[in-house]
C-alpha cells in the first residue's frame, strides 16, 4: 500500500498514474472515489486510502457517481501478489463462479478449496463468492451508468439468475438499488446500443500497439485504422463483433460492443482488456526493465502487449508465421479465413478446429508438412482439454519452442516470454551497442521482447 503522503498528493493532483493504485474513502459522506475524482478534494482529516475497491465496499462505503471507482483500472497491490491467487481473479472475472462451484476452482488451480478462501480472506479480505457477487455488481454498475439496456437484461449480462436475486445483492453490496443507480446516468447513449468506456492508467502508446495489430490485421476479421481497432469473436456458444476507440486524453478506450448473448458479455469485457493490455502497471514494468537495460537503449515508453482473441488462433497464426515475414504469413491467415471462415455480419469468423481438421487446405501454397501441423494443431484442440496449454503441444510434430512461446505470449498474455530465438529480437540484439542479460527483465520479459521488436 502506498503511503498516506503519497496517496494525498496523488488525490490532490488527480494524478492518473496513480488510478486504481489506491481508493480515497470520505468519512462524512461514505462514499470512495478514484484518484482522479473531478469533484472539490475533501479535508484529509475526513478520508481513509484502501488498496482496492472492494476494500471500500466492505468498510460500509459506496462507490462515487461521478468518478465511477468500478470503472479504475485493476489495483496491483492486491493483484498479482499471489500467481494463484492472480490466476484465481481471472477465473472468477471470467465466470469460473457463475458457470461452477468453488470447489471446481480450485481444482482447476490445483488447491483446495479451504485454501483458496483463506488466500481472498487474508490478501482481500473477503472470500471468493463475496469477492465475486461485488464484480458482478461492479459490472452491472457500469453496464447501467453507460447503456440503456433494460435491468432485467443487465441482470443476465452480468452473471445473474434472476433480477430478485440481482436486486438484492445489488442493494446490500453498493448501498443503492439499481433503479436508484440509473436515475443517476446521464448518459445519451442510444437504447439497445452497446458501448462501454475501459479505462486504462498511462503510460500507453497506442500509436505502437495500433501499427502492430494493423501489421497483422487479417481481411474479413478485423479491422483497424488509426484510432480504432475491431474484429469479429466466438465465445463458447456466443458470437459477436467489437470496435475500441481510444481517447487519448480521457486515457481510455470506447467499445462498441454487438453480440448475441448478453450472458457471456463479462469474460468477453475482460479478454477485450487482455488483448489491449489494459490492467498491468505500465510504470512498474518500465522501472524494472530500465534497470536491466543499458543506458544507451533507445526505449519507447508505454509499450504493452496486443493480445490474440484465443490461444488457437494464436497458434494458429504462430505456425504459419515460422520463418516467414509479417505479410507473407498474414496473407496465409487471410486465405485460411476466406476458405474456412463462417460468415458474420459481412465478416467472416476465425475458422473453428474442426473446419481446419477436416480440410485438405488445397488452397494454400505451403508445404504439406506445415498443412499437416496446422491439422495436428486442430486435432489436438478438438481432442484435448489441455490444449488450452500450449506446452501441451510441443508434442505435435512441426510446434517447437517459438510457436508455443509465441501463442503463450499473445494469445494467454503472459508477461514472462523472452523469445530470444525470433528472427526479428536476434536483429534488434545485434543492434543494441551494449550487452544485458535478458533474464533480469522477469517477470516482464514479454516486454522486453516487444521493446527490442520496436528498434527494428
Known amino acids: 500500500m502506498l503511503s498516506n503522503e503519497i496517496c494525498k498528493k496523488a488525490r490532490l493532483a488527480k ?28 479535508k484529509e482529516k475526513n478520508v481513509a486510502y484502501y488498496h482496492s475497491a472492494i476494500e471500500c465496499g466492505l468498510a460500509g462505503f459506496r462507490p462515487c457517481l461521478r468518478c465511477r471507482p468500478d470503472s479504475a483500472p485493476d489495483s496491483p497491490a492486491w493483484k498479482g ?16 463462479l457463475q458457470q461452477g462451484t468453488l470447489a471446481q476452482l480450485s481444482e482447476r488451480l490445483g488447491i483446495s478449496d479451504r485454501y483458496l478462501r483463506q488466500l481472498f480472506t487474508q490478501i482481500i479480505g473477503t472470500s471468493p463468492k463475496c469477492f465475486a457477487q461485488y464484480q458482478q455488481c461492479l459490472f452491472a454498475k457500469k453496464l447501467l451508468h453507460q447503456t440503456k439496456l433494460p435491468i432485467h437484461q443487465i441482470a443476465i449480462a452480468s452473471g445473474f439468475n434472476s433480477v430478485r436475486r440481482f436486486n438484492d445483492c445489488f442493494k446490500s453490496q453498493l448501498q443503492l438499488t439499481p433503479s436508484q443507480m440509473r436515475k443517476s446516468n446521464e448518459d445519451n447513449t442510444p437504447a439497445n446500443t452497446l458501448t462501454l468506456t475501459l479505462h ?10 495500433q501499427q502492430n495489430l494493423a501489421a497483422r490485421c487479417v481481411d474479413k476479421l478485423e479491422w483497424c485504422d488509426d484510432d480504432n481497432y475491431g474484429r469479429t469473436f466466438t465465445w463458447l456458444d456466443c458470437q459477436g463483433t467489437f470496435n475500441v476507440t481510444h481517447d487519448e486524453t480521457a486515457h481510455c478506450f470506447y467499445v462498441a460492443l454487438s453480440l448475441d448473448k448478453l450472458e457471456h458479455l463479462s469474460p468477453i469485457i475482460s479478454n477485450i482488456r487482455r488483448i489491449l493490455d489494459l490492467d498491468v502497471d505500465a510504470q512498474v514494468v518500465e522501472d524494472n526493465l530500465l ?11 508505454g509499450i504493452r502487449l496486443p493480445g490474440i482473441w484465443h490461444v488457437f488462433e494464436a497458434g494458429i497464426r504462430a505456425i504459419l508465421g515460422q520463418q516467414i515475414s509479417v505479410t507473407a504469413a498474414r496473407t496465409l491467415i487471410s486465405q485460411l479465413v ?9 465478416n467472416k469468423l476465425f475458422p473453428t478446429p474442426e473446419a481446419i481438421a477436416q480440410d485438405e487446405l488445397k488452397f494454400m501454397k505451403i508445404p504439406g508438412s506445415r498443412k499437416q501441423t496446422l491439422r495436428n494443431l486442430a486435432v489436438h484442440f478438438i481432442e484435448h482439454e489441455s ?20 501463442a503463450t505470449m499473445r494469445g494467454l ?8 530465438g525470433d528472427l526479428g529480437v536476434k536483429k534488434a540484439l545485434k543492434h543494441t551497442h551494449e550487452a544485458f542479460d535478458p533474464s533480469l527483465a522477469s517477470p516482464w520479459q514479454s516486454y522486453l521482447t516487444y521493446q527490442l521488436w520496436s528498434q527494428l
Open 291 to 301: 534497470s536491466c537495460l543499458p543506458e544507451s537503449f533507445n526505449f519507447r515508453s
Open 387 to 406: 490444449a488450452l496449454n500450449p506446452d501441451t503441444w510441443l508434442t505435435l510434430k512441426g510446434i517447437g519452442p517459438w510457436t508455443v512461446n509465441y
Open 200 to 209: 486504462y492508467r498511462p503510460p500507453y502508446n497506442w500509436h505502437f500497439i
Open 15 to 42: 494524478d492518473a498514474r496513480f488510478d486504481g493504485k489506491f481508493f480515497t474513502a470520505v468519512k462524512t459522506t461514505g462514499i470512495y472515489c478514484r484518484s482522479i475524482c473531478p469533484v472539490k478534494p475533501p
Open 413 to 420: 498474455s503472459n508477461p514472462d516470454i523472452f523469445l530470444g
Open 81 to 96: 501478489v499471489n500467481t494463484t491467487l492472480d490466476r484465481a481473479i481471472k477465473l472468477i472475472n471470467q465466470g469460473a
Open 338 to 346: 476466406e476458405h474456412l471462415g463462417v460468415n458474420y455480419q459481412h
